[in-house]
């Protein structure tokens, strides 16, 4: 049974940084793709930044310059370095892995990160 579990969340002032990361376990082959999301109170869940199998990365808009994904293969490992946060950042964080033949992929239960003075 695969299991993510996320870490590293917690309260941080504004411009502050945060590392979140990612641990997997259980039978995970051909990874198609990993990222992260988040889902503030209220809105959809969204695409915060994600790194293809072949190390190509996307980034919404909102965190483009300020978060860095990263990803271990060996261990289907993934982080996620957040600096200059803002409040807008608050939110629930998700990690996924999505292998091929697997639609959606897996998630985890989630990481809460409060930017706030």
């Known amino acids: 049974q695969v299991q993510l579990v996320e870490s590293g969340g917690g309260l941080v002032q504004p411009v502050g940084s945060l590392r979140l990361s990612c641990a997997a376990s259980?039978?995970?082959?051909?990874?198609?793709?990993m990222g992260w999301y988040r889902q503030a109170p209220g809105k959809q869940r969204e695409l915060v930044a994600a790194?293809?199998?072949?190390?190509?990365?996307n980034y919404a808009d909102s965190v483009k310059g300020r978060f860095t994904i990263a990803k271990d293969n060996a261990t289907k490992a993934m982080y996620l370095q957040m600096n200059s946060l803002k409040p807008e950042d608050t939110a629930v964080y998700y990690c996924?892995?999505?292998?091929?033949?697997?639609?959606?992929?897996?998630w985890g239960q989630g990481t809460q990160v409060t930017v706030s003075s």
């Open positions: 259980g039978s995970i082959f051909r990874v198609y793709a």
């Open positions: 996924n892995i999505v292998p091929l033949g697997v639609p959606g992929g897996y």
């Open positions: 790194v293809t199998s072949a190390g190509n990365t």
